[in-house]
């Protein structure tokens, strides 16, 4: 078992467990007949509350030391023992069977452990015990055993679902960055093939007195074809053999077309262009649009048929992007798989320096802002 340091809950059942033991001995209201040596049974308490606040540094031999003490204090001093006593027990081997598997040599262990103590306690009662007293003290130790074997598993499971949902995270921040690549590999592979094509245009210009720059221009166009060789064949590996390379790549000179999809999926789309729109980079141009794209398609995932708002925003050295939905104006919709479209916003946004912002509205609603640097 790994080491613990105890937390302030441990040291809350602890000092629990000792108040309880000492005003138990203390006050006389135990099960057992009055004990003569008080003083050494209150101490007793005392030790065992310490041994409760680190039980989670050796779970296993807090349970075996604190049983082998109290069933030879049961056989070999003749006592009976008090309630504290087999509290306390229970809390250990809650304890145990939180930390160690069921099939754990630990735990078998721990069990078989915990029934000797049943045992020699029920056989030190004074009076015999009846058949009740039997069955309480089974039902109690089963019951304290199935909350440890309880605790333990929904940790487990709350482990595993924290791991799955790192898991799908991190698959969704790489398949959306994938996509991006594919996306911008276009632009690349165009950009290169446009300054090969023109360093060749260059070359044949120059007359044959000047065959040194001629070289070099050859030079360079050679290594500009083979880089667009080798963007391509990166590109088609990218794409993946379902990928249709035929599509032209998007822009927000396409934004009326996402305007009339969305509008035939039930939102109800109004567009405001702010400043003078300027030419914009091939991949800027790309994420701006699929950053307006993935906050409607949120707006209709989560929030149904409504009114959306998209502002573009042309700025000295920056564009700005936002979406405003007024929120849900019937029942919402049904929850579906949970998508994961502000990772692909923020990676895009990323890419080029931006700033994204998200959130609801006081007035209602929900919006996204994205600011991309020019």
Known sequence: MASRVPSPIDALVAGVVGLFAVAEEVSGRTAAPDRPEAAWWIAAGV?????????RRAPFGALCAYATANVAAFALVGEVAAAWQYYTLLLLLFTLLSEAHPRDWRAVTGLAV??????????????????????VAVVMSTVAAGAGIAVRRHRSLAVQAAERGALLAREAVSAERARIARELHDIVVHGVSVMTMRTGGVRLMLGQERQAEREILATVEATGREAVEELRLMLNLLRGPETDATVPLAGLDR???LVDQMSAAGLTVKTEIRGEPVPLPPGLDLSAYRIVQEALTNTLKHAGPTDVTVRIGYRPGELTLEVVDRGPTGPPPRAGESGYGLVGMRERVALFGGTLSTGPVP?????VRAVLPL
């Open 47 to 55: 030790a065992a509350a310490l041994l409760v606040l680190f039980r």
């Open 114 to 135: 915990a029934g000797g103590f049943v045992a020699a306690m029920l056989a030190a009662s004074s009076p015999p015990p009846g058949w009740g007293d039997v069955a």
């Open 255 to 257: 934004l009326d077309e």
């Open 363 to 367: 007035e209602g609603g929900y919006r």
